[in-house]
């Protein structure tokens, strides 16, 4: 688990101070991406550029379905809940949308937020009364993780500091990539091991019987490109159609996130 946030004065830092402090979380994910360091270190820099009641950096797993925390300080029960649920919650579709801005608590509308087991049964008898949830994707677009924030009053997040966490998305999402391709290799059965990340998130969403569109639309990319990828997946596992290639997908305990 990461270190818990520093005692500094984030709030009350100029402008210059935060993006000074951004850069060294840039210097922090670099290392992380080439194994010097871990996800740890990321969040202890990012403390830096705003203050942070709790934390965490988690992992996609698109074969078990499931997030995996690389560092944080939530309590367990809320590390469980972004782990195992926190994709089905109702906000997380908000938070995977094409604008791909991260959401931060203030600005969740009432009404979702009412609906969000998350906020209601997790964050709300922590305490929290802002923070932000940002997911990650890489540079071919995959989703890879996730970046969840916390924190209790009385503090205000300054602009720049919410600014800067949004530049930062693409060196954390690096931070989280890094070694996804082996670990999901590593956790396949050898026949689906050719298969590349990207592949593999198509041949789930095959066992729910959508089609080409609907796929596009839950993975962000183009029905066309969802096609390329089902003639790949089609060609890598000697599969005569997408039929074929959903039963084996389930013979192999694949299947599309909810």
Not at 57 to 69: A, F, G, K, Q, Y
Not at 130 to 156: E, K, W
Request: hydrophobic share 45%; glycine share 6%; proline share 6%.
């Amino acid at each position: 688990m990461a270190a818990r946030r520093s005692t500094g004065t984030a709030a009350r830092r100029s402008t210059a101070d935060i993006l000074d402090a951004a850069v060294d979380v840039r210097a922090a994910a670099r290392k992380a991406t080439s194994g010097a360091t871990g996800a740890a270190a990321v969040l202890a820099a990012l403390s830096g550029v705003l203050e942070y009641d709790h934390a965490s950096l988690t992992r996609w797993d698109p074969v078990r379905h499931r997030h995996t925390t690389l560092a944080g300080s939530y309590p367990d029960a809320a590390t469980a809940y972004i782990e195992t649920l926190l994709h089905r919650d109702p906000v997380f579709a908000v938070l995977r949308g094409p604008e791909r801005d991260g959401l931060w608590l203030r600005d969740v509308p009432p009404r979702l937020l009412a609906s969000s087991p998350g906020f209601r049964d997790v964050l709300r008898p922590l305490g929290i009364t802002d923070g932000v949830a940002q997911c990650l994707f890489a540079a071919d677009g995959r989703y890879v993780g996730m970046l969840n924030i916390s924190t209790r009053p009385p503090r205000r997040t300054p602009d720049a500091a919410r600014a800067a966490v949004t530049l930062l998305t693409e060196s954390l999402a690096a931070t989280v990539a890094a070694g996804t391709e082996v670990r999901h290799s590593d956790a396949l059965p050898p026949d689906l091991r050719r298969l590349s990340a990207r592949e593999l998130e198509v041949l789930a969403e095959l066992t729910s019987g959508r089609t080409n569109r609907e796929i596009a639309e839950r993975l962000y990319i183009t029905p066309r490109t969802v096609g390329t990828h089902i003639e790949h997946i089609l060609a890598k596992l000697d599969l005569p159609n997408r039929a074929a290639a959903a039963a084996r997908a389930a013979a192999r305990g694949i299947e599309a996130a909810r």
